[in-house]
């Protein structure tokens, strides 16, 4: 059996996981991963990934289905969804495999089962043994899907990690809740050919984002014909006959699946939480901004603890843990200003605060915004659905939110998060010179609008 003792434990290989490990890695800490599934984690084989990769063909038949505008004539499209699924399983191995290459590659012992802590702060793994641990055990598991009371899920009422998996496309498929993970899917769906419903108990789709943000989203959906329906619920929800039959605003309503993507829950069954006695914050641990949870040499990151759960929060996150495990400084996140990244179409993407949040703080702000339609580039690539908007201090010119709906949103937004956190406002953006034509002179034109001096609108 290989050396059992290790300065550093990560329990769970998902992109917080491994990217932890890696980095303690190089900090000179001998370091295991304990994985109970496959290498990558939740992640990047059955959820960010996958989604990502089955959206991506819905954007292939939408182009393709444009292109006479652009004068190339082309035969009826069709989806081959087998090969849409060998793809994301393509897509899947070749990550995954990478990332196994790259624990190999930096000296991260690979332990294939079930970790949980123990009273004296080690880990226990199911048919290994006990790794001893020198410095710290990091907690990366994860998140696991979360019922709605009164729903159970089966065969046909499935979870978001099932949604991107179906072996073949619905021809009706319904979808609780509008937020990030729900629209991605309907959007997919309803490009790729299934007759969508799309049910929010809010007032509108992607109801964290700014309402303005919002109200595009909502016409890029009605024009992919997706069915919405908010300030409504699935109710008397069953499985009967091969569909799903449940009621939503009155009316008894059938779907071939119906997917829950009302959000997630933390994976801390069996973590031995109880055991290490580690407090609770509700349902997540209790962490400080070092990630430190109660239990002196145990951190958690990711899902497990508050802040949005997001893939590169996590990544983040498991960097700062580990190089506090190893004694360096590190600084802890600003969470508010995480961005954050739905791909839908339209893409959305923001962070910090909407227009709405700011007031609330007591800000007194300025905004600035513009359409795609505004600048060139859009037009030229047939993609004018789209708005940028920033919100700002009236007083100083700081940035509180950026706001982009529209093609390519999920790289703009990175213009405006790296220029705040290198202390530069919307005058700074304003001033930047940008290429011409692209996308993100749209960036520039809503932070002059913010500046008093739009100059394409």
């Known amino acids: ?37 496959t290498v990558g984690g939740r992640c990047l084989n059955v959820a960010c990934i996958p989604a990502k990769a089955v959206l991506r063909s819905a954007d292939v038949l939408s182009e393709i289905e444009e292109a006479a505008e652009f004068g190339i004539t ?33 000296g991260v012992e690979y332990i294939e089962g079930f970790g949980k802590l123990t009273a004296d702060g080690n880990v226990e793994v199911d048919g290994y043994g006990t790794l001893t641990v020198g410095k710290g055990v990091l907690l990366a598991t ?13 065969e046909r009422v499935i979870g978001t990690e099932e949604a991107w998996a179906l072996p073949a496309i619905p021809e009706t498929l319904a979808v609780v809740g509008a937020g990030a993970s729900g629209s991605e899917i309907a959007s997919a769906y309803a490009r790729l050919g299934s007759k969508v419903t799309l049910l929010e108990g809010l007032d509108r789709v992607v109801p964290s984002e700014d309402a303005d943000i919002s109200r595009v989203v909502a016409r890029g959906f009605k024009k992919q014909g997706i069915d919405v329906l908010t300030k409504t619920f ?19 309503r059938s779907a071939d699946y119906l997917v829950i993507a009302t959000g997630r829950g933390p994976d801390v069954e069996g973590l031995g939480l109880d055991v290490a006695g580690i407090e609770l914050d509700g349902h997540l641990i209790k962490v400080d901004g070092h990630l430190r949870t109660s239990r002196k040499g145990v951190w958690a990151i990711g899902d497990l603890v508050p802040g949005p759960a997001l893939a590169h929060k996590s990544m983040e996150e498991g960097i700062i843990a580990v190089e506090d495990v190893a004694g360096h400084e590190a600084k802890p996140l600003d969470y508010p200003f995480i961005p954050r990244a739905t791909f839908c179409t339209p893409n959305v993407a923001s962070f910090g605060y909407t227009e709405a949040q700011a007031k ?4 007194e702000v300025k905004v600035g915004k513009v359409p795609y339609g505004a600048v060139g580039a859009p037009l ?3 993609d004018r659905a789209g708005t940028v908007k920033i919100v700002v201090d009236a007083r100083y010119g700081e940035i509180l939110g950026g706001h982009v709906v529209g093609a390519k949103a999920t790289e703009l937004i990175q213009e405006l998060v790296n220029a705040r956190e290198l202390e530069g406002g919307a005058p700074e953006v304003a001033r930047f010179v940008h290429g011409h034509p692209t996308f993100s002179e749209a960036i520039v034109e809503a932070a002059r609008a913010a500046d008093g001096w739009l100059i394409h609108g």
Do not use: C, H
């Not at 003792?5 to 991963?33: E, N």
């Not at 087998?82 to 990332?99: A, F, P």
């Not at 609330?360 to 800000?363: A, N, S, T, W």
């Open 1 to 37: 059996m290989p050396d059992q003792s290790f300065d550093l434990v990560v329990i769970g290989s998902g992109p917080g996981g491994y990217v932890a490990a890696i980095r303690a890695a190089q900090l000179g800490l001998s370091t295991a991963v304990v994985e109970k599934d």
């Open 74 to 106: 082309v035969g009826a499209p069709t989806v081959d969804f087998d090969q849409v699924n060998e793809r994301r399983k393509s897509v899947i191995s070749t990550l995954t495999g990478g990332v196994a290459g790259l624990l190999k590659k930096n």
């Open 142 to 154: 994860g998140s696991v899907k979360r019922a709605i009371p009164g729903i159970s899920y089966g």
């Open 234 to 252: 699935a109710e008397n929800v069953r499985e009967e006959g091969g569909k799903v039959v449940y009621s939503a605003g009155g009316e008894e």
């Open 360 to 363: 609330e703080l007591g800000y």
């Open 380 to 382: 030229v690539y047939g």
